[in-house]
T-cell receptor, first 117, second 108 residues
């Protein structure tokens, strides 16, 4: 597609429910990243995919968080048993394949605003 | 460990005044630095990258390896520059570490 697409754009859920957030990267972008942006705070790295493998899951805050990716396309971030502190904007970014000489920044989606009530 | 520090959470200047958004980094390898910007109700987007030595929307940033800094500067701020600015360090070929961000407000 023309850009990174995320859905839903807004999600309000009750505490304790599970949510699934979706990211469609730019076609051909093999690298995909999830970040969390809490109100008034910076970007918090969650997880990185290269193709459909996740070599770096170090940013996932707890075992309630998981993510998967199908091939080099769609990724879903799942939060189980949501808590109020999960409320944030979840950003997805994609990038062309890694390479020392690449000069590529990330292309970000518009994010999913999650509110846990 | 890789670290990006943006010491100012908020920065406010008047239109026409110079502006400098500070960024310091910590990285043992050869750094590649970026500035990203997020305007109100828009998605986060790349503003400029140090390797290109470019000037975008009047903004420039020079990598100072001695001071491990990559400050973003503009000689005459405009109201439309009001936004959230993130400094980012690229490492491991394309992993990115972001700073906490600085919210710039340009007052009329």
């Amino acid at each position: 597609g023309a850009g990174v697409s995320q859905s839903p754009s807004n999600k309000v859920t009750e505490k304790g429910k599970d949510v699934e957030l979706r990211c469609d990267p730019i076609s051909g972008h093999t690298a995909l990243y999830w970040y969390r942006q809490r109100l008034g705070q910076g970007l918090e790295f969650l997880i990185y995919f290269q193709g459909n493998s996740a070599p770096d899951k170090s940013g996932l805050p707890s075992d309630r968080f998981s993510a998967e990716r199908t091939g080099e396309s769609v990724s879903t971030l799942t939060i189980q048993r949501t808590q109020q502190e999960d409320s944030a904007v979840y950003l997805c970014a994609s990038s062309l394949a890694r390479g020392r000489h690449s000069n590529y920044g990330y292309t970000f989606g518009s994010g999913t605003r999650l509110t846990v009530v | 460990a890789q670290r990006v520090t943006q010491p100012e959470k908020l920065l406010s200047v008047f239109k026409g005044a110079p502006v400098e958004l500070k960024c310091n980094y910590s990285y043992s390898g050869s750094p590649e630095l970026f500035w990203y910007v997020q305007y109100s109700r828009q998605r986060l987007q790349l503003l400029l990258r140090h390797i290109s030595r470019e000037s975008i929307k009047g903004f420039t940033a020079d990598l100072n390896k001695g001071e491990t800094s990559f400050h973003l500067k503009k000689p005459f701020a405009q109201e439309e520059d009001s936004a959230m600015y993130y400094c980012a360090l690229r490492y491991n070929n394309n992993d990115m570490r972001f700073g906490a961000g600085t919210r710039l407000t340009v007052k009329p």
